[in-house]
Antibody
Framework: EEQLVQSGAEVKKPGDSLRISCKGS????????INWVRQMPGKGLEWMGR????????IYSPSFQGHVTISADTSISTAYLQWSSLKASDTAMYYC?????????????????WGQGTLVTVSS | QSALTQPASVSGSPGQSITISCTGT?????????VSWYQQHPGKAPKLMIY???YRPSGVSNRFSGSKSGNTASLTISGLQAEDEADYYC??????????FGTGTKVTVL
């Protein structure tokens, strides 16, 4: 079964650093992109950025550029989302989502497989 | 990059049809045939319902359909059922090679 399994909930203080993870299984992890999506409490979905695990090429939403870092380690089929200095406003649920290729080898423009989400709470 | 505009809420009785709109610009919705729709039940991860404006993934009911005209995409749910009560989000590819989600619509089955 193909799945994305995310790391558990985190409670941090403002200024802390944090890295959350998204582990793929049931497919060849390096062949598909991984996206990260934020959902603040009671709010909508926001696309943060994505990574090509095969070469670590990343692209970020302008809203998140410089605030987070997306990375991946294909040897353990895992993508990461990290912060160097958390703020209270980073409190949210974070989802990873897969973006596959079509039969012609081109990346599709939808997210077919999602992780279960990681809740990050930042509070003093 | 502004979120795509969706109505905050839409409601309907069982068996009725409802339509959710998703309005963007020529730099996203209007410029590409890359609009997708996601269903999210409370406390759950989103689920893909429609991709590339009007295509249904395997396993998604044919009661769900999508369309687009100009800068506005639409999701129609026909034969509304209690299980359809959820939040729905559109998303579009953009001219910047990024993606933007809609503001989200809460569907209530009366």
């Amino acid at each position: 079964e193909e799945q994305l399994v995310q790391s558990g909930a985190e409670v941090k203080k403002p200024g802390d650093s944090l890295r959350i993870s998204c582990k793929g299984s049931g497919y060849i992890f390096s062949t598909y992109w991984i996206n990260w999506v934020r959902q603040m409490p009671g709010k909508g979905l926001e696309w943060m950025g994505r990574i090509d695990p095969s070469d670590s090429y990343t692209i970020y939403s302008p809203s998140f550029q410089g605030h987070v870092t997306i990375s991946a380690d294909t040897s353990i089929s895992t993508a990461y989302l990290q912060w160097s200095s958390l703020k209270a406003s980073d409190t949210a649920m974070y989802y990873c989502a897969r973006q596959i290729r079509d039969s012609g080898g081109y990346y599709v423009n939808w997210f077919d497989l999602w992780g279960q989400g990681t809740l990050v709470t930042v509070s003093s | 990059q502004s979120a795509l505009t969706q109505p905050a809420s839409v409601s309907g009785s069982p068996g009725q049809s409802i339509t959710i709109s998703c309005t963007g610009t020529s730099s996203d919705v209007g410029g590409y045939k890359y609009v997708s729709w996601y269903q999210q039940h409370p406390g759950k991860a989103p689920k893909l319902m429609i991709y590339d404006v009007s295509y249904r993934p395997s396993g998604v009911s044919n009661r769900f359909s999508g369309s687009k005209s100009g800068n506005t995409a639409s999701l129609t749910i026909s034969g509304l059922q209690a299980e359809d009560e959820a939040d729905y989000y559109c998303t579009s590819y953009t001219v910047s090679s990024t993606y933007v989600f809609g503001t989200g619509t809460k569907v209530t089955v009366l």
